[in-house]
């Protein structure tokens, strides 16, 4: 076991994973510290057409065919991965008080076979079967450990992790931070904005659940001008200043959560459970589809969504976009965000690495 990395990595969802693959596939020697351990409930779970092109790209340029796994269906099952095979984003736009109008829904189709279809996965799934293959690349990771100091030096930062009580100190010539918003790295550096520079501003409850209704069974006909069921992908009901999701996984299990305008719908002290049902009954479409779920884990409510920083990279450091910011979940852009950031990075990183034009 070494005490000298090329790259330390942190965190160990699919953008710390990934990019530990590629840089390893790329001559790095490479650490992964993950804070918490796999399997996880993780959200960010629904896949847009560029993100699994990005993942494809990914996986044929560097030789890594888990990244080709966790975005295609097929392979999914065969890795026995839970997801679903998705055929488009559905919207529909609700009043209070009344069921889902005629005109008022619309869907965007998305890529087919050979390219597609994407998926929607479960991210304890996924995430947990890209950590188990990190040895497989030449990557040393370590789970339940902390960011107990940081100190940066001429040549290379010097790391202490902690991991039940015993502390080691590693050397790291460059720092990829991919933990998401609780960062470590932009607490001790301070990078983050003290108030957001974007204008939206929203929160969130949500969980996973049994029991949601199909959607076609609920409006009671197929919408055949979509060519599709509306099933087949990610569901949005959209209402006055928010959004419910629903991501549909063939275990049973959906995702479903509401994205609330704070502005509109303000942080309040009301239980998650009883807020979340609350905007469930204000729309009968959506509380016949939702009325008998039951959550698998606790509902839980966010803050406020929206965070910027406003310094992303420095000496030997880096942060990963969902790291740096982020915006909303609307669009399912996150992982599509990670891919391209993975593309670019890593082999500039690669290249200064092995010129030893690294600080």
Known sequence: MTNTYDCCVLGSGIAGAASAMVLARLGLDVLVVEAGQHPRFAIGESLVPTTTLGLDYLARTYGIPELRQISHYPWMTESQLTGWPKLGFW????????PLEAGREMMFITPGLPMGPDVHMLREDVDSFLVARLADYGVEYRDRT?????????????LVLEREGQRRSVHARFVLDCSGHASVLAKMQNLRDSATRLRTNTRAVFSHFRGVRFLEEV?????????????????????????FWIIRFDSGICSVGVVLDRR?????NVKAEDEFWSY???????????GGAVPTRPIVKSGRLQFTSHRIFGERYLLAPH??????????????????????????LASLAKGGDLP
Request: glycine share 12%; net charge positive.
């Open 146 to 158: 902390s960011i107990a100091d940081w100190q940066v030096g001429a040549k290379r930062d010097s």
């Open 264 to 268: 509109l719908h303000p942080d309040n």
């Open 323 to 348: 790291v740096a910011s982020f915006v909303d979940p609307l669009f399912s852009t996150g992982m599509d965000l990670t891919t391209v950031f993975i593309a670019r990075m890593a082999p500039v």
């Open 280 to 290: 469930v009954d204000r729309f009968p479409t959506v509380r016949e589809q939702l």
């Open 219 to 243: 409006l009671g006909q197929p919408c055949g001008r979509f060519g599709t069921r509306r099933d087949a992908g990610t569901i949005h009901h959209c209402f006055h200043g928010g959004w």
């Open 91 to 98: 919207f529909g736009h609700h009043r209070a008080g009344h």
